[in-house]
């Protein structure tokens, strides 16, 4: 099997237009926030997203004082996944085709949208398995290589239950982020996060409600 073609590269497909300079946003989150997300048990069987309200709350801590945030369901795929996301903060625009189906959470941080911080999941048709991920992440023309990230340092376990390795990268001085390589209910998956340095206080935690709330949908 070739994984690694250009119309197979889902990943390069979705991310290619992400990846040039970062553009300074006036109106970015506040350095000091953080989240503090409404504990949700862990599925660690899920067959539908019926049980899964159509929103929900969480706190994001800014300058010492708690906001509440709301949530919004995001079940377009919901034979695959499901999740929640910060709405008035991101744009969610999915992509499905013959090679595999994604989404892309675009950073849209006081109405301004920022290619380049995204948090991006990803399931792609001809990767069944957690060693073909993760040929087709590392591999000589995969996408670390093709989207020419330098690797700073892999982390095992993570703290989500459905990533299994975590990988830190940069792209020059300006651009830093995640891959994290998924499996959860038979399916495998990845995970991007991507932000300029410069987002480096007020981005991860809002793309942390988007990783903690992801599930994967299990078998019917």
Known sequence: M???SKNILIGAILLTSSLGCAAP???????????????TGIQTSYNS???????????????GEKVPVTLKLYDQYSDLFSTYFPDKEFIAEGLSSGEGTGVKFIANFGGTRNENAYVHIAFLNDVKTLEQLKSFVNGQNGLIATNKWQVVNREQPVTYPWAKEKIVFNQGKDIVGNIYLGQQNDKVFYVITQFPVEYGDGF???????????QATGMK
């Open 2 to 4: 070739h994984l690694y």
């Open 25 to 39: 946003i006036n109106n970015q989150p506040s350095s000091d926030a953080s989240v503090s997300p409404t504990p």
């Open 49 to 63: 997203t019926s049980n899964r309200p159509a929103t929900k709350t969480a706190t994001i801590g800014v300058e």
């Open 204 to 214: 991860p935690p809002r793309a942390n409600l988007i990783l903690e709330n992801l």
